[in-house]
């Protein structure tokens, strides 16, 4: 899973949709909220992916690393 920053909370347990720009080809995938901390508008969710993006999560975090 991974962090980021939002402009709302969101609830725990929703489903999200993922889309990574920084990497070519663009990531897009699901994932989950698991925690939210803060308050609009500088709110931090913890999302974990769905399982059947976990190969495609994978690779994306090693992409990261390398960039």
Known sequence: GFACS????????VTV??????????YRGCGVVKWCRGDAPNCEIGI?????DLFK????EQL????
């Open 57 to 60: 999560a994978k690779m994306v």
């Open 48 to 52: 974990e992916f769905c399982a059947h």
């Open 64 to 67: 990261s690393q390398i960039g």
């Open 17 to 26: 949709q993922l889309r990574i720009p920084m990497i070519w080809p663009d």
């Open 6 to 13: 939002v402009c709302e909370p969101l609830p725990v347990g």
